[in-house]
């Protein structure tokens, strides 16, 4: 059953204010092909704080807004610039009472900005999963049938991922970056992600490695093969902007 939230009820209803954020963007690059894959659209604020500066900051009836304002801004923004490729979103499953309510904001923003459903990635933390699983698969299974793509994000950080893997098959999954940091020159990391990303081939799940900082990361990655790849190496993110990616 969706978790009821009559806070959550009466701002989607009502229109609650977005607070003020700026969006950068970060490629994810497909080594194979030598083309961007898609943007990660990453929460900044006005300062240019972080995305867990700014979180840090909202108070929990305000995740709904906050949550509602990222979504429609990193649409508004890949329009803007014109991507040629999908902009991956990550959003908040605490701030969603029901996903085919809560979707009607993007969904206007989409329309409005003619901005194809099939080119937005919903991603979530595989944290995220802990504490509600059934409402994040619920939120997941809604988006997919809606025509969205779903990411499972920080793949290995947690200790839920086997567990939500077994539950939903996500479009993709994101080896979060602790997996990646040395795998150049660390077996057992070699061994753990050759495995992981296995196994997701098996399940139909592409893999994204994220947070590679070296080249020699990157081509250790490359051996297991992992083509999709995010990290410093490719691009920093970049406000307001596509970043320049170095391939």
């Known amino acids: ?17 977005a607070p003020a954020i700026r969006m950068a963007l970060q490629p994810i690059v497909d080594l194979d092909t030598r ?28 995740q709904y807004a906050f949550d509602q304002a990222c979504r429609v801004a990193a649409i508004e923004h890949a329009a803007a610039l014109d991507l040629p490729c999908p902009v991956s979103i990550n959003f ?8 085919e309510t809560c979707i009607r904001r993007t969904l206007a ?3 409005r900005c003619r901005w194809p459903l099939e080119r937005i990635v919903f991603e979530v933390g595989e944290s995220e999963h802990v504490d509600r699983p ?11 049938g809606m025509g969205f793509r779903t990411a499972i994000d920080d793949f ?7 567990n939500l893997l ?5 479009d993709l999954v994101k080896f979060d970056m602790g997996l990646v940091r040395g795998i150049d020159r660390d077996t057992a990391r070699r061994t753990i992600v050759a495995h992981a990303a296995r ?15 070296t080249l020699d990361e990157s081509r250790a990655l490359r051996d297991l093969g992992i083509d999709l790849q995010q990290g410093f190496v490719f691009a920093r993110p970049a406000l307001e902007f596509a970043p320049a990616v170095r391939l």
């Open 1 to 17: 059953m969706p978790v009821t939230a009559p806070e959550h009820c009466g701002a989607c209803r009502e229109g609650a204010s």
């Open 35 to 62: 083309t961007v894959f898609a943007y990660e659209a990453l929460v900044r604020g006005q300062d240019g704080a972080s995305a867990a500066e700014v979180l840090a900051a909202i108070e929990p009836g305000g």
């Open 92 to 99: 908040l499953p605490g701030a969603v009472y029901r996903a």
């Open 109 to 111: 923003a989409a329309r």
């Open 134 to 144: 059934r409402h994040l698969i619920d939120i997941l299974d809604a988006y997919r």
């Open 156 to 162: 290995g950080a947690g200790f839920a991922g086997l």
């Open 166 to 170: 077994a539950e939903f098959q996500p």
């Open 199 to 213: 196994m997701c081939a098996e399940l139909g799940i592409s893999v994204v490695a994220e947070g590679v900082e």
